[in-house]
């Protein structure tokens, strides 16, 4: 089941995104500029040469200023309108972005529910794959209690329908799967030679089937891996929810799991916390670079600076979330997405941050978000 981790990550994954986007729409910009401010190869005028150089540095100047404070002002008319039209691209551009990268984050995770019915309905697939080999009898495997359940189960079929999860486009992929991977697959062979498994074999060799053949270190996987860039993430949830199906089994069906418990909550929770990390006004940003030596916070490694954001921003727009969860939060994922330093180094900042902000009246928590906050 979905994790508010695992949407951290996902968060974390689209404002690294964003601000790669940003870095090459300032460059479309400072793009713009040196055009607009180049010679004319096709006017019949004699072109001034270096007064338009002298014009294309004060220009890109004048908006790598202007981006840093919006009340910079220019005498130079030509300079003025140059970087106005320069900006309001850059803006139209990192806007689009933001919008097209905030929506992704829910449709990537929304695209896990698919997932999850696809390897269910690959087992199904595999198993009447099995049914029509003549020279193996793979009765048990055919007939196999959980793969009847699946084949019956309405939610199953109408879920199928709605995200085309089904295998029926890909048959190529099952027969050679099932020739090249489960064939030769020695706790298959035992399993269909049993006579009569009973519930727990059967429930033993499904289990293998899921963790082993399909998410193990099989050609299986890496159709999967090459699909899905997130797929070392996304698998682990995958895998969870396909262990919970199987367990579910009782009275001859499964219940099939919800990827969230309440995805409206979860939905607010990435549209908020991806917005107003982006929104990060610049007393916050005074405040990192205060706590970092005064470095300035574009010269953070950019994974640490995302970091150090989404934590800010989820301490100030989530009253209810503890500050020590928040900061354990974050630690963690900086043990794996960033530098063996970077641990130590982001927990003290965000120790002495969050002190900082508490002490000025800045950080306002409620309910839960009360407790452990020493």
Same mark, same amino acid.
């Given at each position: 089941?979905?994790?508010?981790?695992?949407?951290? %990550?996902?968060?974390? *994954?689209?404002?690294?995104?964003?601000?790669?986007?940003?870095?090459?729409?300032?460059?479309? $910009?400072?793009d713009?500029?040196?055009?607009?401010? @180049?010679?004319?190869?096709?006017?019949?005028?004699?072109?001034?040469?270096?007064?338009?150089?002298?014009?294309k540095?004060?220009?890109?100047?004048?908006?790598?200023?202007k981006?840093k404070?919006?009340?910079? @002002?220019?005498?130079?008319?030509?300079?003025a309108?140059?970087?106005?039209?320069?900006?309001?691209?850059?803006? *139209?551009?990192i806007?689009? &972005?933001?919008?097209?990268?905030?929506?992704?984050?829910?449709?990537e995770?929304?695209?896990?529910?698919?997932?999850?019915?696809?390897?269910?309905?690959?087992? #199904? $697939?595999?198993?009447d794959?099995?049914?029509?080999?003549?020279?193996?009898?793979a009765?048990?495997?055919?007939?196999?209690?959980?793969?009847? @359940?699946?084949?019956?189960?309405?939610?199953?079929?109408?879920?199928t329908?709605?995200?085309?999860?089904?295998?029926?486009?890909?048959? +190529?992929?099952?027969?050679?799967?099932?020739?090249?991977?489960?064939?030769?697959? !020695?706790?298959?062979?035992?399993?269909i030679?049993?006579?009569?498994? +009973?519930?727990?074999?059967?429930?033993?060799?499904?289990?293998?089937?899921?963790?082993?053949?399909?998410?193990? $270190?099989? %050609?299986?996987? &890496?159709?999967?891996?090459?699909?899905?860039?997130?797929?070392?993430?996304d698998?682990?949830?995958?895998?969870?929810?396909?262990?919970?199906?199987?367990?579910?089994?009782?009275?001859?069906?499964?219940?099939?799991?919800?990827?969230?418990l309440?995805?409206?909550?979860?939905? !607010?929770?990435?549209?908020?916390?991806?917005?107003?990390?982006? $929104?990060?006004? @610049?007393?916050?940003?005074?405040?990192?670079?205060?706590?970092?030596?005064?470095?300035?916070?574009?010269?953070?490694?950019?994974?640490?600076?995302?970091?150090?954001?989404?934590?800010l921003?989820?301490?100030?727009?989530?009253?209810?979330?503890p #500050?020590? #969860?928040?900061?354990?939060?974050?630690?963690?994922?900086?043990?794996?997405?960033?530098?063996?330093?970077?641990r130590?180094?982001i927990?003290?900042i965000l120790d #002495?941050?969050?002190?900082?902000?508490?002490?000025?009246?800045t950080?306002?928590?409620?309910?839960?978000?009360?407790? +452990?906050?020493?």
């Amino acid at each position: 089941m979905l994790n508010r981790r695992t949407i951290r %990550i996902k968060i974390m *994954q689209s404002l690294f995104a964003y601000q790669q986007c940003k870095e090459a729409n300032l460059q479309l $910009a400072h793009d713009f500029i040196e055009q607009r401010f @180049s010679p004319d190869l096709n006017s019949m005028e004699v072109q001034d040469k270096e007064l338009l150089r002298t014009k294309k540095k004060s220009a890109l100047q004048f908006f790598d200023k202007k981006i840093k404070d919006a009340k910079a @002002s220019t005498e130079d008319d030509d300079l003025a309108k140059a970087v106005e039209e320069a900006l309001a691209l850059y803006h *139209q551009a990192i806007k689009k &972005d933001q919008h097209f990268l905030g929506k992704n984050i829910v449709l990537e995770i929304e695209k896990l529910g698919g997932l999850y019915h696809g390897i269910i309905n690959l087992m #199904v $697939a595999l198993a009447d794959q099995a049914a029509t080999d003549k020279k193996a009898n793979a009765k048990n495997f055919a007939q196999h209690l959980w793969i009847k @359940s699946w084949r019956e189960n309405e939610e199953l079929k109408k879920a199928t329908l709605r995200e085309n999860s089904g295998w029926e486009t890909r048959q +190529d992929k099952i027969r050679g799967w099932y020739r090249d991977v489960l064939k030769e697959d !020695e706790t298959y062979q035992k399993f269909i030679a049993e006579k009569n498994p +009973d519930e727990e074999s059967q429930k033993t060799f499904i289990k293998h089937l899921s963790r082993k053949i399909i998410l193990g $270190a099989t %050609i299986i996987n &890496d159709y999967f891996d090459e699909q899905n860039i997130r797929w070392a993430e996304d698998k682990e949830i995958i895998k969870s929810m396909v262990d919970k199906t199987i367990k579910s089994f009782a009275d001859g069906k499964t219940t099939l799991q919800k990827l969230s418990l309440n995805w409206d909550d979860d939905r !607010e929770f990435i549209k908020t916390l991806f917005n107003e990390t982006i $929104a990060l006004g @610049s007393p916050y940003r005074e405040l990192i670079a205060k706590n970092t030596r005064n470095w300035e916070v574009d010269r953070l490694a950019l994974t640490d600076r995302v970091i150090i954001e989404m934590a800010l921003a989820e301490m100030i727009h989530f009253p209810s979330i503890p #500050v020590k #969860v928040t900061i354990n939060e974050y630690i963690e994922l900086t043990k794996e997405y960033s530098t063996p330093k970077s641990r130590q180094f982001i927990n003290g900042i965000l120790d #002495v941050i969050s002190k900082s902000m508490k002490e000025s009246g800045t950080l306002k928590k409620s309910g839960r978000g009360l407790l +452990d906050n020493k």
